[in-house]
């Protein structure tokens, strides 16, 4: 089933006219409204007036993370603020985060992508969606809950955590449909099998899983070990939340929600544009958001444009699963971790050398974080007391920086490699190209 014909499998001349419009009415509302891109346009001597046709929005200057979280907490807002009436915050949990606001009518185009994505992923009104997205700041949650009601479907807004209450309440409620991260999926999946369940006796469906990387391979075990359809889904705070794109059950990649989302892959070096099916960064312009429109915003995310009809019948162009990223951000258990946050959290400590490397693992389902860090020659040479209190004290203090805890372990001063070039901080052990 296809949630709504008419903007799925428009015709590419009906589609490119939409858009064309949108961008031009989104970049005048972003040039008047907000003083960030009034700046900006003028300083590249660009005019609502120069977007004659969609490749003109190569005339435009990109948004980066980072600006969006200069205008802290609400500098991009496109509104007076009684017309916001909702907010949502990036994953991270410190520094400052992106803050993110909807109009009543940004909600109804957010339910309205979701209710596209649930139904790409087989959801119907007859379904009970259980979603174990986390509710909350995190679009995750309120996403689907808002693309569910939205269809019908019976919505179970059971939040993240609680296992074993999930696996009841899955086996009680009868869940056909289920929506998390893909690592917590494969969590679901041991203990379930761990309590002895047999998957044969739930009643589970499809999962509609994302915020996270994940492969084929993963697609393949999870499908195995639930029993169901697994479906890829995408998106950002920055944009909306999920929702931006989604897998159809083709399975050969995900459509953009393009009448709402304009995309583009460009060079994350030259930041010049490449054609479809080649490999680079996303980038994505919102269309019809009132509350923060966003012009041309670098995802950081690497994945490829596929164009093509598909065989469910949507003309909506599909991206590839995203396999990588062109900054340093991490995603862990669903939290975006950067680096240079973990750094500041050392930096803080006495006794420590500058030197640590980030080790990322999964040694079964979920995400695990090492800090590798070099102690100080006398720190070092200290009673094991002294040092396992240091260890506890560093992990506080991390801890409390991304909200996230991880292992901390101490390293001889000089033991940990130097590099001539950049630094080599992260070793990721998850594979995900
Ligand atoms: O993760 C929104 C979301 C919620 C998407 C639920 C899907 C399901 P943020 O916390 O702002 O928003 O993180 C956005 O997460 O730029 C990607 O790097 C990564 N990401 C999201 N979905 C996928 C996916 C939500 N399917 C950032 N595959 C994005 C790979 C993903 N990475």
């Given at each position: 089933m296809i949630w709504n014909p008419e903007a799925e499998c428009?015709?590419?001349?009906?589609?490119?006219?939409?858009?064309?419009?949108?961008?031009?009415?989104?970049?005048?509302?972003a040039y008047e409204n907000v003083p960030y891109y009034?700046?900006?346009?003028?300083d590249a001597g660009v005019f609502p007036e120069d977007i004659e046709t969609l490749d003109d929005i190569e005339k435009l200057p990109f948004t980066t993370k980072n600006d969006l979280r200069e205008a802290y907490p609400f500098g991009m807002f496109a509104v007076p603020d009684e017309e916001i009436v909702e907010v949502h915050t990036s994953s991270g949990t410190t520094g400052k985060p992106v803050v993110s606001g909807y109009t009543s009518r940004d909600l109804e185009i957010w339910s309205e992508v979701m209710a596209r994505a649930l139904t790409m992923g087989m959801a119907t009104r007859k379904d009970r969606i259980q979603?174990?997205?986390?509710?909350?700041?995190?679009?995750?949650?309120?996403?689907?809950?808002?693309g569910a009601q939205k269809i019908g479907a019976t919505v179970i807004p059971i939040s993240a955590g609680n296992t074993k209450r999930q696996i009841e309440i899955m086996?009680?409620?009868?869940?056909?449909?289920?929506?998390?991260?893909?690592?917590?999926?494969?969590?679901?999946?041991?203990?379930?099998?761990?309590?002895?369940?047999?998957?044969?006796?739930?009643?589970?469906?499809?999962?509609?899983?994302g915020a996270e990387m994940w492969t084929e391979e993963m697609r393949e075990t999870i499908e195995a070990?639930?029993?169901?359809?697994?479906?890829?889904?995408?998106?950002?705070?920055?944009?909306?939340?999920?929702?931006?794109?989604?897998?159809?059950?083709?399975?050969?990649?995900?459509?953009?929600?393009?009448?709402?989302?304009?995309?583009?892959?460009?060079?994350?070096?030259?930041?010049?544009k490449l054609p479809n099916g080649t490999k680079g960064e996303l980038v994505?312009?919102?269309?019809?958001?009132?509350?923060?429109?966003?012009?041309?915003?670098?995802?950081?995310?690497?994945?490829?444009?596929?164009?093509?009809?598909?065989?469910?019948?949507?003309?909506?162009?599909?991206?590839?699963?995203?396999?990588?990223?062109?900054?340093?951000?991490?995603?862990?258990?669903?939290v975006i971790v950067f680096p240079s946050q973990i750094e500041r959290a050392l930096l803080k400590i006495k006794g420590l050398e500058p030197h640590y490397q980030i080790v990322?693992?999964?040694?079964?389902?979920?995400?695990?974080?090492?800090?590798?860090?070099?102690?100080?020659?006398?720190?070092?040479?200290?009673?094991?007391?002294?040092?396992?209190?240091?260890?506890?004290?560093?992990?506080?203090h991390i801890h409390s920086e991304i909200g996230l805890r991880v292992n901390v372990t101490?390293?001889?001063?000089?033991?940990?490699?130097?590099?001539?070039?950049?630094?080599?901080?992260?070793?990721?052990?998850?594979?995900?190209?």
């Amino acid at each position: 089933m296809i949630w709504n014909p008419e903007a799925e499998c428009m015709s590419q001349e009906e589609k490119q006219e939409l858009q064309l419009r949108r961008l031009q009415n989104t970049v005048k509302r972003a040039y008047e409204n907000v003083p960030y891109y009034n700046k900006r346009l003028r300083d590249a001597g660009v005019f609502p007036e120069d977007i004659e046709t969609l490749d003109d929005i190569e005339k435009l200057p990109f948004t980066t993370k980072n600006d969006l979280r200069e205008a802290y907490p609400f500098g991009m807002f496109a509104v007076p603020d009684e017309e916001i009436v909702e907010v949502h915050t990036s994953s991270g949990t410190t520094g400052k985060p992106v803050v993110s606001g909807y109009t009543s009518r940004d909600l109804e185009i957010w339910s309205e992508v979701m209710a596209r994505a649930l139904t790409m992923g087989m959801a119907t009104r007859k379904d009970r969606i259980q979603n174990c997205y986390g509710y909350g700041l995190f679009t995750g949650g309120l996403g689907v809950h808002y693309g569910a009601q939205k269809i019908g479907a019976t919505v179970i807004p059971i939040s993240a955590g609680n296992t074993k209450r999930q696996i009841e309440i899955m086996q009680d409620f009868g869940t056909t449909v289920i929506t998390c991260t893909p690592s917590y999926a494969l969590y679901l999946a041991e203990v379930l099998e761990k309590e002895g369940v047999d998957i044969g006796e739930l009643n589970l469906k499809s999962g509609i899983f994302g915020a996270e990387m994940w492969t084929e391979e993963m697609r393949e075990t999870i499908e195995a070990r639930l029993g169901l359809t697994a479906l890829n889904i995408y998106g950002l705070t920055e944009i909306i939340g999920p929702g931006v794109a989604m897998e159809c059950t083709e399975k050969n990649g995900l459509h953009i929600a393009e009448d709402h989302f304009y995309p583009e892959i460009i060079d994350p070096k030259t930041g010049e544009k490449l054609p479809n099916g080649t490999k680079g960064e996303l980038v994505l312009t919102t269309l019809t958001r009132e509350g923060m429109p966003v012009l041309r915003f670098r995802t950081k995310d690497i994945t490829a444009l596929r164009d093509g009809e598909c065989g469910c019948g949507r003309t909506l162009v599909r991206m590839d699963r995203i396999t990588g990223r062109s900054d340093d951000m991490l995603k862990i258990r669903g939290v975006i971790v950067f680096p240079s946050q973990i750094e500041r959290a050392l930096l803080k400590i006495k006794g420590l050398e500058p030197h640590y490397q980030i080790v990322v693992t999964r040694p079964e389902f979920l995400d695990e974080l090492e800090v590798q860090v070099e102690a100080s020659p006398e720190l070092f040479s200290d009673e094991v007391k002294h040092v396992e209190e240091a260890k506890r004290m560093i992990e506080k203090h991390i801890h409390s920086e991304i909200g996230l805890r991880v292992n901390v372990t101490l390293v001889e001063p000089g033991s940990l490699p130097r590099s001539e070039g950049k630094a080599i901080r992260v070793i990721d052990k998850r594979k995900f190209d």
